[in-house]
């Protein structure tokens, strides 16, 4: 038998005594430099120090074939070991003096099938779009360890062409996951696979199967879509709600969430002087809509010597006179003026200096709020959600769908605000949407964080997080404004940075910041007070951009060990997938955009560890089956044979197309919803 797994080379450096000094030698000289190629194992004689290191050796699970007794005075072992094993051996003490051979060719045979590796399959399907056949494969290797083992695929399609093609190895959080390659176009159809490593593994062949393998029923003659023209701010969505209420009045509510945003505000700030040389960022302490935008500071020279520091706040101009010495010069330092500010007016400004210099005089600046949405309301907004359904009392399956939580995925909206118009608009026409509104009770909130939209329109179209700026210090510079806030999809309470996953971040300024605690935003609140109080949302979307992703939980791991929140149940999983299957033809429906099924799954598996992602919260803490997508897929372009990324903010044209392919999903999710109602 080989050394159980546990056993690890530092084991066995341990297990051995090193010969002792005076110990007798052995009659048996070494047999010059025994190695082992990397993955190689061998039978290999030893001489141990005495009987005792023997003993330490059997009793550590090694993988003894002998115990020859063939030289006086020498305690030998002989010695299944692979490379590893053969140094940690040696490095004990123990001394090979003899590679042990079998009969020529069987030898060989022996070692290249000890090397070679073992090959699975964890993924082999094709799909079809837009007139083009792709295959895409995942590939694991046993060879875990070794990060230079090459695995290729070759393929069998059904017109009779063959092709291969290389696969690229993938870690995550320094974990081995497998082998893979983006989706390969092929003539035709695939009809089987195999795979192949560099160290002589070789899988068994397969036949790919077809990718999702379902499609949503017809939508009938005069069926009502495309109510999307423009990208919406939140003050075009906040309008959509109001005239959805109003239009069909028997099968809407307006719910006014319970905590309100902060509002498209900050405070206001000027630098007292030049940054590149000497200066104190004044900021005032209420927002600059308070009354601070266009407030005044200064510093003056009082003319006169040895007088002190001083201020006065008058007619919304803050005065400074500085500090001189024994001949009239300024000594006052930015330092002591930062300082002084802070401690003489802490109700109205505070303020900084990164560095230490003489006080400039500076002429009268301007505080102001650097926002440039000048028709933008900034008084904190009540974030609105959309209630459908003929029976709205909690009796039916609930849905939730919700969308732009980060600020820069402009399409989000597009795609909920369609799927709602979809509902209602054809609830008088289609027997089948009919059934689906009567038959649920749908929740869609169509933009979670609208101060960070706005501010996105108007002055950082990459802003990616709320508006509440937590940072203290020099990090409240102006310089930074687009890097403060907090990154919603991580301020909430399950699997969280504060829980010790990965994905979020201590650091105002990152893009993944997770605010001072979990839940510390209203944004994140929001949508966990609309979840709680409405008990009968059983299922979940959570709408972002970009990248074509369809996952679920778990979506955060801990490290080291690529530790991830407990895995659903066998059942669940299974739900999870067949369920996102049936959502992804309905995406693919529209105009023939597939979801990856390498991009379908788990979100710590798929992307990436989020930390105290929404969806996790839902999942773990309230029982939602929570999914989550990522609208915009790359697009397969022909003349480059390359697939190319949208973004966050594509051509109009394009966030048009992904709100009609992926309101056609939401419609398909109230199926699922529809049917396990039914189905109880």
């Excluded at 005239?243 to 969430?257: H, W």
Aim: hydrophobic content about 40%.
């Amino acid at each position: 038998m080989r050394w159980p797994a546990i056993l690890t080379a530092a084991m066995l450096t341990t297990s051995i005594l090193t010969i002792p000094p005076g110990a007798a030698q052995a009659a048996l000289s070494p047999a010059g430099d025994i190695s082992l190629d990397p993955g190689q194992t061998a039978l290999i004689r030893f001489q141990l120090a005495d009987e005792a290191a023997f003993e330490r050796l059997l009793t550590s699970g090694a993988d003894i074939a002998a115990r020859p007794r063939t030289t006086p005075d020498a305690v030998l072992a002989d010695v299944v070991v692979n490379d590893r094993e053969l140094a940690a051996l040696t490095r004990s003490g123990a001394e090979p003096v003899q590679m042990i051979p079998t009969a020529g060719r069987q030898a060989t045979s022996a070692l290249r099938v000890a090397s070679a590796d073992t090959l699975q399959f964890l993924q082999a399907y094709w799909w079809t779009s837009k007139g083009q056949t792709f295959l895409q494969t995942q590939v694991a290797t046993t060879a875990t360890d070794d990060p230079d083992v090459e695995i290729t695929v070759t393929w069998t399609a059904a017109d009779g062409t063959t092709g291969s093609y290389p696969l690229v190895r993938f870690e995550d959080a320094d974990e081995y996951q497998y082998h893979y390659a983006l989706p390969q176009p092929l003539p035709a159809k695939p009809v089987k696979v195999t795979a192949t490593s560099s160290l002589g593994g070789q899988s068994r062949a397969i036949t790919p199967s077809s990718w999702p393998g379902s499609t949503p029923p017809a939508p009938p003659a005069g069926y009502q879509k495309d109510f999307i023209s423009a990208y919406m701010t939140p003050a075009d969505i906040t309008a959509r709600i109001k005239r959805l209420a109003r239009q069909y009045p028997k099968l809407v509510d307006v719910i006014n969430l319970p905590n309100k945003t902060q509002g498209y505000r900050r405070t206001a700030a000027a630098y007292l002087g030049d940054p590149a040389v000497a200066a104190v960022v004044v900021e005032s302490v209420k927002f600059g809509d308070q009354g601070f935008n266009g407030v005044q500071v200064r510093t003056v020279d009082p003319g006169r010597a040895n007088a002190t520091l001083r201020a006065t706040y008058r007619d919304r101009v803050l005065t400074l006179s500085l500090a001189t010495g024994a001949g009239g010069e300024v000594i006052s330092t930015t330092t002591q003026v930062a300082a002084f500010i802070s401690a003489k007016y802490p109700q109205k400004f505070r303020a900084f200096t990164e560095k230490d210099a003489i006080m400039p005089v500076v002429a009268p600046v301007r505080l102001d709020d650097g926002l440039a949405g000048t028709e933008v309301p900034t008084k904190p907004q009540t974030v609105q959600a959309l209630r459908i359904g003929k029976v709205r009392d909690g009796s039916k399956p609930g849905v939730l769908a919700y969308s732009q939580e980060h600020a820069r995925e402009w399409a989000t909206p597009l795609v909920t605000l369609e799927f709602a118009e979809r509902l209602l608009a054809n609830y008088a026409t289609d027997p089948e949407t009919r059934s689906l509104v009567d038959g649920t009770d749908v929740f869609i909130i169509p933009t979670v964080n609208p101060d960070g939209a706005n501010y996105s329109f108007n002055d950082f179209n990459f802003q990616r997080k709320n508006l509440v700026n937590h940072c203290t210090g020099v990090q409240r510079d102006p310089r930074y404004r687009n890097s403060w806030g907090v990154d919603v999809n991580r301020n909430y309470a399950v699997g969280s940075y504060f829980d010790g996953y990965v994905g979020g971040s201590a650091n105002c300024l990152s893009g993944t910041f997770a605010g001072t605690s979990e839940l510390s935003e209203a944004e994140s609140r929001n949508v966990v007070a609309l979840a709680s109080r409405n008990s009968n949302i059983k299922f979940s979307l959570n709408v972002h951009s970009y990248g074509g992703y369809f996952m679920w939980s778990p979506g955060a791991y801990k490290i080291p060990g690529r530790i991830t929140l407990p895995r659903p149940s066998i059942e669940e999983s299974a739900f999870f997938l067949s369920s996102a299957k049936r959502i992804v033809g309905a995406i693919a429906s529209s105009r023939g955009t597939v979801t990856w099924p390498s991009y379908t799954g788990p979100v710590a598996d798929v992307l990436y560890s989020a930390a105290g992602n929404s969806a996790d919260h839902l999942y773990y803490d309230l029982g939602i089956t929570a999914w989550n997508f990522e609208v915009g897929n790359d697009l397969w372009n022909p003349a480059t044979q390359q697939w190319e990324g949208v973004g966050f903010q594509p051509p109009f044209d394009e966030a048009h197309a992904e709100s009609q392919e992926y309101a056609a999903g939401l419609v398909e999710l109230v199926r699922i919803a529809r049917d396990q109602g039914d189905a109880r």
